[in-house]
Structure formats: C-alpha cells, structure tokens
C-alpha cells in the first residue's frame, strides 16, 4: 500500500484516502467479525464461508481495477512526456529552419537592392554575369538554405529585340514539362513581356537566358511578387536539371523606391526585375537536421499545405503513421503559402514498464493481502472446527471418565464380595482357640485382607474424590492402636527387606481422638506404603507430634534433625524442610490457631521418614497429581495405582491439614502431613484404659511394676524402643552402652531387652550374672539376623523380639518369655459379640421384612444377643405397631417391599411420633403414663442387601437412623446398634 | 455305619457343597444361630425357604406365560427369591437372581426365560444337596451322635 501511495502521492491523494477509509473498515469489519466468529453457532458456518468468499473476490476484483487503471494513468503520463518532448523537439527544429531561412531571405533581399543599385540605378551596369556570379558564390555563406540565385529582368514585348541584341541571345521559353529532362532551347513565343534570365549563380547558370514566366510555377510566383512586393515562395516542385524538390523565393527589384502602401499595379509599373533565389530543400533540411544532437530520435516531415487538402511533402520520407506525432507550423514571410513540419519518434513508445510493475506490484500485493485474509479465515474455521472436534471428544473423555467411575465402582463391589468371605472367615478364627503366634498371624492375616479391602475402597475414594462425594467420619479412636495395626501390616515386608519400620507416638498426644480412623489411617497407609516400596536399607519412621509441640520446643527439631542421629544410623532428609511450605507454620511467632483451639481440638504432625531411593527432582512438582508416577518403569517394577498420594493430600486436605515432602535422591523422603481431631479423652483420663479397641491396654496390668533396661547406643531407636515398652505399664531406663547396663544390671533389678548387637554381650552377661532373675530380649530387625543370634548362642536362648514393635507383639512375647497366662487374653472375635449381648439383651425390637425366610433368620440372629423380636411382614403392619405410644426400643425395617415400602412406613412413622411428641409437650398426655418418655423417637435401621451411598442418604432423607446390611453382619451391627443404645448402665463404668 | 464315618462323610458334604458354590458363608451363621432353645432353626428356615421359593418360583412362571408380561411384578418376585436365598447362602440361586434382574431391567423376555430355567434348575439343586444333607443328619442323630459343626479351615 505505502509502495501506491508513494507512487501515485499527488495526485492519487484522494484515491488513496478512500482506500485506506476502504481498508480500515475492512480490518475492523474483520475483527468485529472474528469476535463475532466465537460466539456463532456451526449453523451459520457455510453462511459465514460464501460471506467471505464474497468478499474475498470483491477485494480482488476492486485491487484488480485499482492496478488497472494506475496502468493507464501511469502509462498515459508517459505518453503526454513524449508528446511534450516531440513537440519541443519539432518546435526547435521548425523554428531553427525558419530562422535560417529569413536569414537566407533577407539576404536575397538584400541582393535585390543591390542589384536594383548597382544594375539599374548605373548605367552602363555596374555588374555582369562575371560579377554576379562570384558575388553570390562569395557571399553563398549568408544563405544557407539557398542552392542558388539568379536575377531576371523584366522585358516587354517592345523592348525584346533590342535586349536579345544587347545580351548576344534570344530569351528562350522555359519548358513546361518540367519532368521532361530535354530542354527546347527554342526561342520563346511572343509574349507581353518577358522575364528572362541574366545573372545567375553558377550552381544555377543554366537558366541564363529562360524566361520565368513562361514556366507555369515562376510566372505564378513573379507576378505575385511584383504585385506585393515581399519575397514570395513557389509551391514545391522538382527543380530543373537536379530534378529535386525545391521552391523558389522570389523578390522584385523596382525602379525606384515605393511607399509601403503603394498599389499593386504601381508596384508593377515601377518593376525592373525579379530576383529569385532556389531553395533545395531537402539537402537543406537535412543539412540542418544534422547539426542537431538528436537528430537519429525522430522523423521529420515537412509539408506545404497551401491547399489543405493536398499537402505537398517538401521533405521526408513517408514512413507509415504510428500515431503519435506533432506538427510545427513554418512561416517562411510569405502570407501566401503555408508551410508545417511534422514530427514523428524514430522508435515506438517503450513498454511503460514502471507502469506494468507498479500495477502488478499492487496486484500481487492485494492477493497476497487476500491470501492472508483467505488464510486466516479457514484456519480460523479448522481452529473452530478442531474446538468443536475437541469439545466432542471432552465430552466422549468425560463420558469415558464417568464410565471408568462406575466400572471402578462396580468392579471394587464385585472383588469386596467375596473379600468379605475372607474376612469373615478369618473373624470366625478368631474365634478359635490359637495361640499367641497364630493369632498373630490370624490379626496379620486380617489386616493385610483389610488392607486389600481399603485399597478397593481407595480406588472408589478417588472416584468420589473426582466427584467430591467423600464424607468424613468424627468417631473417637485410638491412634496408637491404629499406627500398631499400619505397622503390623508392613512388618513382613520391612522384615523381608531388612528395613526397620518404627512408631514413635509423643505422650502429649491423647490416647482417643475424635475423627476418622479409616481415613486417617489411609493416609498412613499409602505414605508407609509408598515408603517402603522405595526403601531397601535403613529405616521408616513415622513420629506422631502435637503441632505445638514442634513449633514451641526447638529441641524436639534439632535433636531429631541432626544427621547422624537417624533410628538406623543411615542420613535422612531433614523433615523440617517439608513443612517449610505450611500455612501453619508460617505465621508463626503467635501459632496462637493451635493454642487457642488446643484443649478440644488436636493438631497432630505426622511425619513418615524413610531412607529410600528419594523422588527425582523433575517428578517431585508432580507428586500429589493422581495417576501419576515418578516413571512408567516405577509402576512396573513396584506396582500401585498412582493414586495414594494425591487422595492422601485431599484427605488431609479434608482434615484442615497440610501436607508436604522434601525428598533428596538416594538419601530419602520425609512426608510430612498435620491434621485437626478432636480430643476423645478430654472428658476424663480413666476412659483411656477402657478401649473399646481391646489392643494394647487388656494386657498392661500383668506388667504393672515391672521395670526395663533399654541398652541401645542410638537415642532415638532407644526412645522408640522406650515408648512401646512403657505403653505396656513397665518402667523404663535407657543406658547406651553395654558397661552402663551391666552395672544397672548389678544393681538388681528386673530388666530386659537389647538392640541386636552381638552375641558378645551375652557371653559377658553370663559371666556376670549368675543367680539373677531377669530376661534378655533381643530386639530384632530380621528374621536372619536373629537366627544367627540363636545359633551362635548356644546355651541360654533369649527371647527375640521381631521389630517393628508392636504392643500387642511385645507384649505376647513378654507373656510368653515371663510365663504370663495367655488365658487371662481376651479373644479377639468375642468382643463384638459379647458387646452386643450387652446392648441388645432384653431390647424389644420389631423386624419387618416381606420376605419369610429373611424375617427369620434376622429374628433368629437378634435373639441370639437375647433381643425380644418382634416379626411383621408389612409396612403398614409396622405402623401401627410403632405409634406411639409403643414399647420398643428398635426397629429393623427391609426397605423394598409390596404395598409400602421401608422409606414411606419411616416418614409415616415419623410423622406419628412428631405428632405425638407434640402432643406431650402441649400437655394433652401424660408423660407419667408412658415411662417418662418424653421424647418419642423409635431407632430404625434399614437392613439392606446393596449399600451404597444413595441408598444411605435416602435412607437418612425418610428419617431412617442408619442400616446394616443384609445379613447382619456382628461387627455393623455392633457399630449401629452402639449408636442408639446406651451400654446397660450397670455395666458402664 | 459308624458315626464317626458318618460325621466325617458330613463334613466331607458339606465341603463340597461349599467349594461348588451352592452354599456360602451366610449358612455357616444361619448354622451358628441354631442352639439349645432353638434345635431345628436351620431345618425351619430352609424349609420356610422352600415354601416360599416354591410359590414364587410359581408366580414367575405364570408371570412369564402371560402375553403380557408385567415385568415390574417379575421383578418384585426375583427380588424376594434374591432375598430369601441370600439369606439362607443358597448363593448359586441369588447370582442367578441377579442376572434375571438384569434382564427384567432390560425387558428381555428370552433372557427371563432362560433365567427362570437357571433359577428353577438352581433351586432343584439346592433342594436336592439340602435334603440330602438333612438327612445325613437326621442319620447321626438317629445314630445317637451329634452334628459336627463345620470347620472353617477351608
């Protein structure tokens, strides 16, 4: 564009205007059209396409007529310079041969005079033919257009004999085919008068003796310039003897001197003579001609066009016409005659190449313009189509996803089935009399199929986290018992690697919380899990502080950080450095959130430290993202899902915490994560030793009074070490050297255990220690290191300890070694059903079901907890036996069946409670006359087959309690029976 | 034959009766239910189960024969042999329940069909090993002997 303007600057100005004014309303017509362009539905596509084609070609078409007519112009520009410089060219030329020949007509003026002076006015004549001749040849460089002159004199008829006498000839008659080249010298016819020649030039001397007026163009010529006067010019005609064209200028010489305005016929009565000078001109255009530099450029023409019909050409060639060409008029003084010269170029016209390649210039500039615009539209229409294309498969992605979701749903159902089986197999072994090892392994067993059951429900977690479903319990639970059980469950495989696994709980920490133990417990879970995947040497240590605790006491940090001080010697990340990005924590100096909340609300920080292989620093960023592995080859060699971490995140997340990592490759990752409980045992401390968890605290009376001796020369393995043995009720001291302990030893009293060091140690202990009553036990990490221990002992075995430590553990190898009953155990299994026996003894409880053979067997499994059960078949049944006032205490209430279903009997029943309870509290009856009960509100639990969570929340929506499942289930039963009854108070504590 | 003999051949029974699917777990607590107030618990609930399946396998089949199916009532009927069959273990009988369901779903008359004939064929299965098992132990009894519980170490 700027290219155009440039060119066409002055006078395309306006046109230029208009154009920019054309193209800005195109490009802001194009953007308000691609902004339009998003928000059009694909119906208007085609629409849109044949809109722009349109315009797309008006634009080519318009740029096309734009380079066109600057072509024109430009070219038109170049023709008129021509033109201009054809005319200056022709206008110099006409005017140099003008001048010339009034050069050359004056002088033959002049010659005139002369000749009347020096012919006529003496007598005898001063000139002859001899004087004449080499005067005009002398004087030939005054005229230089003239090839002769030649003077006649004027003879009447009367005086011509005594002039032929005088001159020694007779006047001859000039002949009148000029193209005749024979001259008849025959003497002239009688005329009036004669004019004939005497002097003549020599170019020229072959007319002596002619009379001019007896040839047709000489007589014209002298008549008319005695009449007027002035010179006076022939018509062009081929000259005598030469045979080339030329005109004759002829003057007249008078007798004497005449006013300007004399007559014609004075003029011829006062004439002598006629002096005529011979103008070749074709030799003498071309001889001018020459003189000029440019004369190869152009043809010139010069014509006489007296008669305008028929111009005679004077000079020239007549080369065909090409168009272009400029005419010059000639004035040669003569009035009569009227002379042009025309001009032609040599050459035609040169291409008008500027012209051409300004317009193709232009041309192309505009396609390409086009081309842009042309591009930008169908990439903006394959943009659009590709979004469409996307938005497609987003949707068939997300489709996909929900698919996935349910498959994972359905699938997890499917493998939890028979997944119960198991565990209730296993449940039912409990049950069994075992000794302290197979129940050991019976609760290992249990663990790891719970374990496999929490991975499945880990797998529909994400689903729900996907779909923001999962709910939190608040249950009180014992987190020691909880990281016991974690522990119990990793401890083959640490032991299988050699890896000591270990627990460090701080006292501050209450023995009950309130909040969810599954999930708590799942994060632990996948972060120990993930832990000892990746640790082959070392250790995994997991501490369990209250919040305060780190940020009040530096000690706690510094004595744990430092790099040697590690539970099993090997370097550590520091775990300080993965709280760093802790909200937290960084607005510490006050950390007044955790005081203020402290006395019901518990910050705990957990940190899971491992010696593993670390996490490579480009995977680190994205660690908590789901399905995502450090690398595929990971998954290959260690298996799992990817999505432990980022639902541990959204957990802790959930428990207003915080997690976080730091991690240096081949030395180790420490996790940490905080998480908000409450405090279960803050309304009193003696609940502690009533666990409903029958794990650690069953057995810690048998050791009351005991006390320990820890020799191990690492403090935090000892403080580990000291921590399990003091849950047990036994009174610890740590020594970290063997000296140490033997004197402690010596001292007397009841000790036990050990680290792994050596047999050594045993030997000397011996020696020592003859009639002493205390055990040895030696702590061990592997199943390998404490064979070898047996073996080279020898004599006085002692007891091994298989780390990690455990309560339970412990203590069943305490009772074994110290001879402690093992009868005085609870078994496992009983309790749910003992509890139940409790809750549920002498309850009148109403059951409905449609289904008989269902009806029964529920019936038959809450009588065995010595329930009073009540049967009905029917809703409606059931609702006229719970209006109130009634005498049960629950109800069990299948939810599909005929005529009304578990949902409508419960808000029906409801609904006659609510009235009902309104009743008494307006005092229509009595409270007295039912038991004091003010508040009617029958439990009822929907027993059903499938559980999942929508049945559950209609089942909360109908004003149902809770559920179980079909068949009952102890464990469920318990968990929701526990909910409504109050334990029978004289076995409360 | 001896009771021991007897009691072993129970036991053996009962075993394969379970690694073929036809029982589960839940008849092993339908079992445990059973005690000293309430000696025939088992016998009473598996033949309260054959009454009941028997009438609604009858409703299914005449269900099924109408031209038109009402497939809502189907389902109820399935769901009720679904639940009572649950409840005793007879397991081989709810799976079939669940894939007749499925078919009710569907509307898929041929697939009702056929899950009726599986459920009917399930259900003649499960009468006969019952019975069959009933009279093993009404033999020990008879013998003077008692009735082994089964041992869960399979």
């Given at each position: ?145 003239t090839s002769g002159v030649a003077y006649a004199v004027r003879v009447l008829r009367s005086e011509r ?144 066009i007296t008669n305008l019909s028929q111009p005679i050409s004077m000079y020239g060639s007549n080369v ?575 939810i599909q069946m005929p005529e009304m279903d578990g949902f409508e009997a419960t808000k029906i029943i ?80 | ?154």
């Amino acid at each position: 564009m700027n290219y155009e303007s440039k060119d066409t600057k002055t006078d395309l100005r306006g046109e230029v205007f208009k154009m920019w004014l054309n193209c800005w309303e195109r490009i802001s017509g194009n953007s308000y059209y691609i902004h339009h362009l998003y928000y059009q539905s694909i119906g208007s596509k085609r629409v849109r396409e044949t809109w722009w084609r349109k315009v797309l070609i008006t634009w080519l078409l318009f740029w096309t007529l734009v380079s066109l007519w600057i072509f024109w112009y430009m070219s038109s520009q170049a023709t008129e310079k021509r033109r201009e410089a054809l005319g200056s060219m022709c206008d110099e030329r006409a005017r140099m041969l003008q001048d010339q020949f009034n050069v050359s007509m004056n002088h033959v003026q002049a010659m005139s005079i002369l000749i009347s002076t020096f012919h006529h006015g003496k007598n005898p004549s001063a000139i002859d033919q001899m004087t004449f001749t080499r005067y005009t040849e002398r004087t030939a460089f005054e005229r230089p257009l003239t090839s002769g002159v030649a003077y006649a004199v004027r003879v009447l008829r009367s005086e011509r004999e005594e002039f032929e006498k005088q001159q020694g000839w007779t006047i001859k008659r000039m002949d009148t085919f000029e193209h005749n080249p024979v001259h008849k010298d025959e003497p002239s016819p009688i005329e009036e008068e004669y004019a004939p020649v005497i002097f003549a030039q020599d170019t020229v001397s072959h007319v002596i003796s002619l009379d001019m007026l007896s040839g047709k163009e000489d007589r014209e010529n002298v008549l008319r310039a005695r009449a007027s006067g002035k010179g006076v010019l022939t018509a062009p005609f081929r000259l005598l003897k030469t045979n080339r064209l030329g005109v004759i200028l002829t003057f007249a010489v008078y007798k004497r001197e005449l006013p300007s305005n004399a007559t014609p016929n004075e003029r011829i009565e006062a004439t002598d003579g006629y002096l005529g000078g011979i103008f070749d001109i074709e030799s003498l255009v071309e001889k001018l001609l020459q003189q000029l530099a440019s004369k190869q450029t152009i043809f010139v023409n010069v014509y006489d066009i007296t008669n305008l019909s028929q111009p005679i050409s004077m000079y020239g060639s007549n080369v065909s016409d090409d168009g272009l060409w400029h005419v010059s008029t000639l004035n040669f003084g003569d009035p009569f005659r009227k002379h042009e010269m025309r001009c032609r170029f040599k050459q035609k016209a040169p291409w008008p190449l500027l012209a051409i390649s300004t317009s193709i210039g232009i041309l192309v500039i505009a396609s390409l313009v086009g081309h842009i615009f042309q591009a930008t539209v169908n990439r903006i229409a394959k943009v659009e189509e590709d979004y469409h294309g996307m938005m497609e498969l987003k949707k068939k992605a997300e489709a996909a996803d929900v698919a996935k979701s349910q498959f994972l749903a359905t699938v997890s159902h499917e493998i939890r089935t028979p997944m119960n089986g198991v565990l209730g197999m296993l449940d039912m072994l409990m049950d069994t009399e075992l000794d302290v090892t197979q129940q050991d392994y019976v609760r290992t067993a249990q663990a790891s199929g719970k374990a496999l059951v929490s991975l499945i429900n880990e797998v529909l977690d994400q689903a729900k986290v996907e779909s923001g479903k999962l709910e939190l319990e608040a249950v009180s639970f014992n987190l020691r018992a909880i990281l016991d059980d974690v522990l119990s469950l990793f401890s083959g495989k640490s032991q299988d690697k050699g890896v000591e696994l270990a627990v460090y709980i701080s006292d501050r920490v209450p023995e009950t919380l309130i909040g969810d133990p599954g999930r708590f417990r799942q994060i632990i879970t996948n972060l120990m899990g993930n832990s000892i995947k990746f640790t082959e040497k070392g250790h995994i240590f997991v501490t369990v502080y209250l919040v305060e605790e780190v940020v009040d006491s530096i000690e706690v940090e510094t004595e744990l950080s430092s790099s040697k001080n590690t539970l099993s010697g090997y370097p550590v990340a520091d775990r300080c450095h993965s709280w760093k990005g802790f909200k937290t924590f960084n607005q510490d100096g006050s950390t007044s959130p955790f005081k203020s909340s402290s006395a019901d609300l518990i910050n705990l920080i957990v940190s899971v430290e491992d010696t593993g292989q670390g996490i490579p620093l480009e995977a680190q960023s994205r660690i908590f993202t789901p399905f995502m592995q450090v690398g595929p080859s990971i998954s290959r060699t260690h298996g799992g899902t990817g999505i432990g971490l980022s639902i541990s995140k959204y957990l802790v997340g959930r428990m207003k915490g915080e997690i976080g990592f730091v991690s240096i490759p081949n030395i180790g990752s420490t996790f940490t994560f905080t998480a908000v409980f409450g405090n279960g045992s803050s309304t009193s401390n003696e609940h502690n030793s009533q666990q409903m968890n029958n794990q650690p605290n069953s057995v810690s009376s048998e050791f009351q009074g005991m006390k320990a001796l820890v020799v191990d020369p690492r403090p935090i393995r000892a403080k580990v070490s000291r921590y399990h043995i003091q849950r047990l009720g036994i009174q610890v001291e740590v020594v970290s050297d063997l000296l140490q302990c033997l004197s402690q030893i010596a001292s007397g009293k009841v000790w036990e255990k050990d680290t792994s060091v050596s047999t050594l140690f045993v030997n000397n202990l011996r020696k020592l220690g003859c009639g002493f009553q205390s055990k040895l036990f030696l702590l061990a990490n592997s199943i390998s290191s404490s064979r070898a221990n047996t073996s080279t002992d020898g004599v006085s075995i002692p007891s091994v300890i298989m780390k990690p430590l455990r309560s339970s553990m412990l203590a069943a190898s305490l009772q074994r070694a110290m001879g402690v009953g093992n009868k005085g155990n609870i078994r496992n299994g009983e309790l749910p059903s003992m509890s139940l026996r409790h809750l549920l003894l002498g309850r009148k409880i109403l059951i409905v079901d449609d289904n008989n053979v269902n009806l029964k067997v529920a019936a038959a499994g809450l009588k065995r907890y010595g329930a009073a059960v009540v049967c009905v078949e029917r809703g409606k049944k059931a609702t006229e036996l719970l209006t109130p006032p009634h005498q049960f205490d629950a109800c069990f209430m299948d939810i599909q069946m005929p005529e009304m279903d578990g949902f409508e009997a419960t808000k029906i029943i409801r609904e006659m409670e609510h009235n009902f309870n309104n009743r008494i509290r307006r005092g229509e009856v009595s409270i007295e006359a039912y038991e004091n009960v003010s508040n009617f509100h029958v439990p009822i639990l929907a027993m059903t087959a499938d559980v999942i969570q929508a049945t559950y929340e209609e089942c909360l929506r109908s004003g149902m309690d809770g559920y179980v499942s079909k068949p009952f289930e102890a464990e469920q039963l318990y968990r929701e029976v526990s909910r409504f009854f109050p334990p029978i108070p004289d076995r409360s504590p | 034959m001896e009771v021991g003999q007897m009691q072993r051949r129970l036991l053996e029974y009962t075993k394969s009766l379970f690694m073929e699917g036809v029982l589960d777990n839940q008849f092993l607590q339908l079992q445990q239910l059973q005690d000293e107030s309430n000696p025939d618990f088992v016998a009473e609930v598996v033949s309260l189960f054959f009454a009941d399946s028997e009438r609604l396998l009858n409703d299914l089949t005449r269900a099924l024969d109408q031209p038109t199916i009402d497939f809502k009532m189907v389902d109820s009927h399935v769901h009720q042999l679904k639940g009572s069959s649950s409840s005793i273990g007879a397991e081989r009988i709810k799976n079939a329940c669940v894939a007749f369901r499925n078919f009710c779903e569907e509307q898929n008359i041929e697939g009702c069909m056929s899950c009726l004939q599986q459920v009917k064929q399930e259900y003649c299965l499960v009468k006969n090993k019952l019975e069959t098992l009933f009279r093993m132990e009404q033999q020990i009894v008879a013998a003077g002997g008692s009735i082994p519980m089964m041992e869960l170490s399979f």
